[in-house]
T-cell receptor
Framework: DADVTQTPRNRITKTGKRIMLECSQT?????MYWYRQDPGLGLQLIYY???????NKGEISDGYSVSRQAQAKFSLSLESAIPNQTALYFC??????????FGPGTRLLVL | QKEVEQNSGPLSVPEGAIASLNCTYS??????FFWYRQYSGKSPELIMF????GDKEDGRFTAQLNKASQYVSLLIRDSQPSDSATYLC?????????FGKGTSLLVTP
């Protein structure tokens, strides 16, 4: 079984809808991250969490919110989806060290 | 803005050759450096990390770090068609990893 899982793997939604992307991990890591990737661009950090009570904004948090339900679960919500949020979204985890391990990604299309 | 710069490529090398991928970074406080490989539509997977100046070898891969020049590179020896992918350089400063946009590598048979 994969150490970091994301659901759904693909999602099509309409402008204005609220959607949630979920991430779960079995690595026992405290730190979890959400990134987005657009074609030809690098990974951009949306939010990160160092433990259940510690959630921080990344470089592109506008239009997104997160919830850390447990050590193993970190969800990303788009409050009111817009077309320029169409992207590939990755969840990642790390322990006290810096090496990050990525989930398989969620491909999101906002119409 | 903490910049991590990579040539976007594509870098084309023949099978069996050495591929050299380069990355420069702007923040002198950077502490750790990572190379990830990403196949199209897939998630990044860690190849190597390096913390200290010099070379670090792992199989066909060698990472090189020069903090004075703010430069990190990845060498792939005996390149194989399966090495064709985008290679992401990531630089750690504080809590975050800053990623470059990646270099596309094409290994031709």
């Amino acid at each position: 079984d994969a150490d970091v899982t994301q659901t759904p793997r693909n999602r099509i939604t309409k402008t204005g809808k609220r959607i949630m992307l979920e991430c779960s991990q079995t690595k026992g890591h405290d730190r979890m991250y959400w990134y987005r990737q657009d074609p030809g661009l690098g990974l951009q950090l949306i939010y990160y969490s160092f433990d259940v009570k510690d959630i921080n904004k990344g470089e592109i948090s506008d239009g997104y919110s997160v919830s850390r339900q447990a050590q193993a679960k970190f969800s990303l919500s788009l409050e009111s989806a817009i077309p320029n949020q169409t992207a590939l979204y990755f969840c990642a985890t790390s322990d006290f060290g810096e090496t990050q391990y990525f989930g398989p990604g969620t491909r999101l299309l906002v119409l | 803005q903490k910049e991590v710069e990579q040539n976007s490529g594509p870098l084309s090398v023949p099978e069996g050759a050495i591929a050299s991928l380069n990355c420069t970074y702007s923040d002198r406080g950077s502490q750790s450096f990572f190379w990830y490989r990403q196949y199209s539509g897939k998630s990044p997977e860690l190849i190597m990390f390096i913390y200290s100046n010099g070379d670090k070898e792992d199989g066909r891969f060698t990472a090189q770090l020069n903090k004075a020049s703010q430069y990190v590179s990845l060498l792939i020896r005996d390149s194989q068609p399966s090495d064709s992918a985008t290679y992401l350089c990531a630089v750690q400063v504080g809590y975050a990893l800053n990623f470059g946009k990646g270099t596309s590598l094409l290994v031709t048979p």
